[in-house]
């Protein structure tokens, strides 16, 4: 067996042991990397941005090396590639028409929930013809199908100005995505950047950066996040008509929906508006839910929640049914985060929010500088997304990981990072460069040790989990303050009230609590 070969052996059969359902925790090999070339080494050069599809089966990235794919013909400029998780199945997705290599630079994808449907930017002329507008552009492209162009004129054109930043819906029949195009509908004459929706079944584009009675941002709008079925968009603007009395001089969040409905979401529990955005050069970076109903955010806003008090960016979360704002970037203890969260992703279902964050209180295994972490809005609890496999904090990056997106499957089980730390998987990558890595997050399970014990007015028990990388526990006596506990736990006795207990640890979801009665 070649040196190369053993290699690419090595890391299939890391993956299949990670992505095969488990009947316990315990999952050998919790992270693995991703970024492997079509020999099994090391990508020749650096991921540079990554998606996960919803079932967890498919990512796409962005890279220069040629051997990240067979037929990688243009060399050193940047590609999107299409690649399962289980590594096979690898593919250029940014190919040319006539299958020679793209002349321009592709990035930033986007993927469908089943992983089929990918769309993304390039600056290349020759992946469709009539490409000849001589700007960025939004494709799409399905697998085993041919490449389309998004940002296409209302006449079937070419857009006359760039388009960027796609997001593809669940069902991979819609596709947001910002322009400076004033051609791509009819009436643009605001002389900014949109946000638009097509649809690839009836080829059809509309704007969605609009007030309620269709009137034009006067503003830039963009950082589109579009729901499952293309109902619903989030977007981030700083126009003051799209909705009524927007007096706060600051960039806000909004949704519009498939009934021409816009609504502003950077908004108080109590409806007032914030007080500040994010400030420049960055902006927000919304998401949404798979219904549309949740939408989380970044913001520099003090105005959302009392809970607000560290001066910093904070992420927030909005129930557009409930009227309700709710901090997200927050410990297991409820304590909020003591430097800036941002870039926030929600699963479908709006339980699971992941988010970037320079704050070294979020969780006890905390890496130097930014970190990526995972909070379960229903349950209140926060982990860290990039751990290392063998569970030791992580090493100083080289490169600094600003900007990172965490990439969440719809159960919330799998999440893929990219990380220059040396020490993410033995053996560890020389240099250590941008790879690309994807973690099984499947949550233990809490078990006590022998029967709890009723004495002095206390109950006492032993707690474990049946994962051994799970030493941290949790306790909550029923609504209360959670705070940290076990593997010894020593409550008060309390005639009807419950202890609720979890475990957890670095790079896992925290486990289903068990209830232990106090009386």
Not at 131 to 154: C, K, N
Request: hydrophobic share 40%.
């Amino acid at each position: 067996m070649q040196p190369h070969t053993k290699l690419a052996t090595t890391a299939l059969l890391a993956v299949a042991l990670l992505t095969a359902p488990a009947a316990a925790a315990t999952v050998p090999h919790r992270t693995v990397t991703l970024s492997t070339s079509i020999f099994g080494a090391p990508l020749t050069q650096p991921v540079l941005d990554a998606v996960l599809s919803g079932n967890g089966a498919a990512i796409a990235y962005t890279t220069a090396a040629p051997d990240a794919a067979l037929g990688d013909l243009d060399g050193a400029i940047p590609d999107v590639f299409r690649q399962d998780t289980n590594g096979t199945g690898r593919s250029i997705v940014s190919e040319a028409f006539d299958g020679t290599g793209a002349n321009g630079a592709s990035l930033s994808p986007s993927i469908s929930g089943n992983g089929l449907t990918i769309a993304f930017t390039s600056l290349a002329s020759n992946l469709v013809l009539g490409d000849t507008d001589g700007q960025p552009d939004v494709f799409v492209r399905t697998r085993g199908g041919a490449t389309q162009l998004v940002s296409v004129a209302v006449d079937g054109g070419p857009a006359n100005g760039p388009s960027f930043e796609p997001d593809v819906s669940a069902d991979g029949r819609f596709v947001a995505f910002t322009s400076l195009a004033s051609n791509l509908v009819a009436g643009d004459t605001n002389g900014v950047a949109d946000v638009f929706v097509r649809d690839l079944a009836l080829r059809t584009t509309r704007r969605v950066s609009v007030s309620s009675t269709g009137e034009q941002g006067t503003r830039p709008s963009s950082g589109p996040a579009i729901d499952a079925d293309g109902g619903s968009v989030a977007f981030q603007s700083s126009a003051r008509n799209l909705v009524p009395d927007d007096t706060n001089h600051a960039a806000d969040v909004f949704v519009h929906d498939a009934g021409g409905v816009t609504e502003r979401v950077s908004v108080a529990t109590s409806g007032k508006q914030q007080d500040r955005a994010i400030a420049a050069p960055f902006r927000s970076a919304p998401d949404i839910s798979g219904d549309g109903r949740y939408v989380v955010f970044d913001t520099d806003a003090r105005s959302l929640s009392a809970q607000d008090t560290n001066e910093r960016t904070d992420v927030y979360l909005r129930d557009r049914r409930r009227k309700r704002t709710t901090l997200v970037s927050a410990s297991s203890l409820n304590v909020q985060g003591n430097n800036d969260s941002i870039t926030p992703r929600i699963t479908p279902n709006g339980r699971f929010v992941t988010f970037q964050s320079f704050a070294s209180n979020l969780v006890p295994q905390d890496g130097p500088r930014e970190d990526l972490f995972v909070r379960d809005v229903r349950a209140g609890t926060t982990s860290l997304i990039n751990a290392t496999d063998s569970g030791a904090r992580r090493r100083s990056e080289p490169v600094k990981q600003l900007l990172q997106t965490a990439q969440l499957s719809d159960d919330a089980r799998t999440a893929i990072f990219i990380s220059a730390a040396p020490n993410i998987v033995s053996p560890l990558p020389a240099p250590p460069s941008r790879e690309l890595y994807l973690r099984r997050l499947q949550p233990p399970t809490v078990k006590s040790v022998g029967k709890a014990t009723r004495s002095g007015g206390r109950l006492r028990l032993r707690v474990s989990a049946d994962d051994p990388l799970a030493t941290r526990f949790l306790c909550r006596v029923d609504d209360a303050v959670p705070f940290a506990c076990g593997p010894r736990v020593a409550v008060r006795r309390t005639a009807g009230r419950n202890l609720r207990i979890r475990a957890g640890g670095p790079g896992m979801l925290w486990s289903r609590a068990i209830t232990v009665p106090l009386g």
